[in-house]
């Protein structure tokens, strides 16, 4: 299930499900996102893009949807592991990804065995 | 590919003292890299744009002459607390973008950050 934590909403699931994890941006003109993920005492690390221009990517069990109307983005991982526990945030920028970044507020992810 | 290094990892020192974080491009140059701040449990505050060879861009509320930034190379950012006291205890991270080689929508790689423990 979904909860929310005096900071960081957390997503617990078991090894093997399927999970989503969402975001929602704020600046309409953003036309870059990007799906990090922080393990503890880490720093983030890549984990798949968008253009605007596109409304799915698929990765490695990875799978990002945008939705521009509503300003969502989502992150699906198929058959979680439990090295798949981390906080994943994301992140959007403009002018084809050359301004700064602006991240969301972070999901933790734990995966139970 | 895309490897940030950042140095040190974790440091404690105590009030006072003025604390050099280095960030390295190890495989990629880069005009541009970033300076973050997080405190526990939070999302990335950027902090800075460190630009090579000239002056760095700071985020409103960051003050730039607590946290000098020099960006001397195409692979190298500094980033000094001067004059560190314990509310500046933070972990600090750096990203930079290959600019050099690619065009845009290239995404930001980060080092695994600096944990600062002022006494």
Redesign the interface.
Known sequence: GESV????PTLSVQEGDNSIINCAYSNSASD?F?W?KQES??????II?I?SNMDKRQGQRVTVLLNKTVKHLSLQIAATQPGDSAVY?CAESM????S???????TMLLVSP | G?V?S?HPSWVICKSGTSVKIECRSLDFQATTM?WYRQF???????MA?SNEGSKATYEQGVEKDKFLINHASLTLSTLTVTSAHPEDSSFY?C?A?DSIRA???????????T?LSIL
């Open positions: 934590g005096l900071h960081l870059y990007i990090y005492g880490k720093g983030p690390q890549f893009d253009r945030f002018n084809s990804g050359y700064t970044l602006t991240f969301g507020k972070g | 895309a940030v950042q970033f526990p449990k939070q999302s990335l505050m950027l744009t991270i990203s973008r065009p845009g929508f290239q995404p930001q790689h980060f080092g695994d950050g944990r």
